[in-house]
């Protein structure tokens, strides 16, 4: 198995070079019912927040070639179609939590976006480089 550290450092690197500051939310889907009145459906519990530094790219043609052409260089290739109403993100593989679709982003600048879908970049299924996140607008 190939060490894939150096690539990471290197998104680190990056990302926090040209990336904002955010605050990542996990919300937990499964509400829990009281056992005292289990007829009533349950409350969900607070989301659990991570600060991040994410980097957000401008959705247009020529920065998504360009970033498409990236990630086959990296070996990773995949056809995509952006949906209008988007914005893509990338989020460094050291990042402490693992996004999933029901997670927000909240923005510095106040703006918190959805997690429409989301990429692994991970060469060999183990160690992940970089996360690229859709967000709905």
């Given at each position: 198995m190939a060490d894939y550290s150096t690539f990471i450092a290197l998104a680190d690197r990056l990302i926090g070079k040209r990336g904002g500051a955010a605050t990542w939310k996990k919300h937990v889907t499964d509400a829990v019912a009281d056992p005292a009145t289990p007829w009533l459906p349950g409350t969900a519990p607070p989301p659990v927040t991570?600060?991040?530094?994410?980097?957000?790219?401008?959705?247009?043609?020529?920065?998504?070639?360009s970033t498409l052409s990236l990630l086959a260089s990296l070996g990773y290739e995949r056809g995509t179609n952006v949906p209008t109403g988007t914005e893509q993100a990338l989020l460094s593989g050291s990042a402490p939590f693992t996004p999933e679709l029901a997670d927000t982003c909240l923005f510095a600048d106040g703006r918190e976006l959805k997690v429409l879908n989301v990429d692994r970049l991970a060469p060999d299924a183990t160690s992940t480089v970089l996360w690229t996140i859709q967000f709905k607008v």
């Open positions: 991570y600060q991040c530094t994410i980097l957000l790219l401008p959705m247009n043609y020529t920065m998504l070639q």
